[in-house]
């Protein structure tokens, strides 16, 4: 598969937005689908749809094989050790949601600390927040630089004896930067403390081997890997699976069930409650399989070429803030531009079918501390190239041009 | 749609340089909002006289052309009205942007006319609406309760 053309299997690049092609730039909030994964989605429901993991008619054995293949897929692109330890979710807030529900309900006290960043997304900030409320426990940040980036030192100097849990981002969805995340993970197991990392934006972006990494869990959000909606995946170290208490309750995750008393199934059925999301599980198996034909360092290298040439040509425009400068930086821009407002500036880019985020990016405690209420942001994917950017650069001009500056 | 319908030039002036902008002395009403999705930001203060009159009406708030336009906007047109007259414009404006009606009032000049009409270009922008009518609702907060 190539990065030339590729726009042509992705079926909404077929449309015209306000009468000019689309330019995506918004893949950090939403990636687009390719072709196979929308039409294994009707696929699934046209031939192979029963509920999974119940019945043993022939098409729930079909569908159950297909959902559980997924696993094995999963496991493998991401490099675990065994398929029990990958736990389907809604997203990965859901994902982070039930190690902060279950690991905090056995192992935080009044007092603990629990270690985030600046740079969070508030899905790995709020949970933890509930942790606060109901526990007791404190929340500390380690603090960004100019740059936009945490460094390692700063991490170190924020744990205690009390810390016991670090939960932070892989890359950063305001300044794109990509966290030395080995390292820290390393410094945390000299100190016994288990580490979460968000993979919202990292996965979709990043190598993955989560046994190399040796990190406790990693959320990922399915649908910024070019996925379906709906879907996400808790990695988490089958010790952890085994010895923390169940998420939510329902069918599927018991073992057995009595008036006095109810035992559970074992990870993953254990962390999979109720009826889950078929089709969406069975297709991001081809989600997978279009990032393995491309190459995930080949979707690093083609992103980073984007990235670098936008860089550069933003940099030029001297009414353009970009937000941070980190040395390692993965396909997110976000930018201000004096004397319009991103709200304003997302309107007018949207005029020609440029499409970006606009806001805080659900990254508030970073927007404070930059002193700004909100950013535009434009985010690469597998499909944009240098003639995105160009369009973009121009529509910035325009910008200007309706603020009159 | 054309982009200059919204981002006319009284809007352009407002947002850029708005009026009755800081806290106004003495005020004994007001009210702020905030939208979570962006950010935008509006406080309003008010004093409202023992004759049912506003005689002073300012804002302090962050956001958009639009957000800011029309909070510079609201306070330019009804600063030192009537209490039920600054209601009913209210309500004008709120069905002017949801039911795309036309404000008619007869107590508001046609340069006053014009100027609240120029915010009806957020119609065909349906994420932009609230910009336009977090002020206008916030007003009516405002009015409701007293400090």
Redesign the interface.
Known sequence: MEFNNIKSIFPIFKQKIKGKPLIYLDSANSSQKPKMVIDEISKFYETEFSNVGRSVHTLAVKATNKFEETRDIVKSYINAKHREEIIFTKGATEAINLVANTYGEKFIKNGDEILVTELEHHSNYVPWHYLRKKKGAVIKFASVNDNGEIDIDEFKKNITEKTKMIAFTHISNVTGSIMPVKKIIEMAKTKNIPVLIDGTQGAPHAVLDVQDLDCDFYAISCHKMYGPNGLGILYAKKKWLDELPPYQGGGGMISEVKKDDISYAESPNKYEAGTMQTAEVVAFAKSIKFIQDLGIKNIENHESKILEYGLEKLRKDNSVSIIGNPKNRASIISFTIK??????IA??LD?DGVAIR???HCC?IL?DKLGI??SARASIGVYNNKEDIDVLCESIKKCKK???I | MELKELYQEIILDHAKNPRNKGKCEGYNHDAKAHNPLCGDKVHIYLKLDKDKNISRLSFEGEGCAISLASASILTDTLKGKDLNFSKKVTDDFLNMIKNKTKITLNSLSEDQITTISSLSGVQEFPMRIKCATMAWHTLLSALEKKN
């Open positions: 004397g319009v407002h991103p709200h304003d309107t007018i005029d606009a806001g805080h508030q927007h209420p909100a309706v603020f009159q």
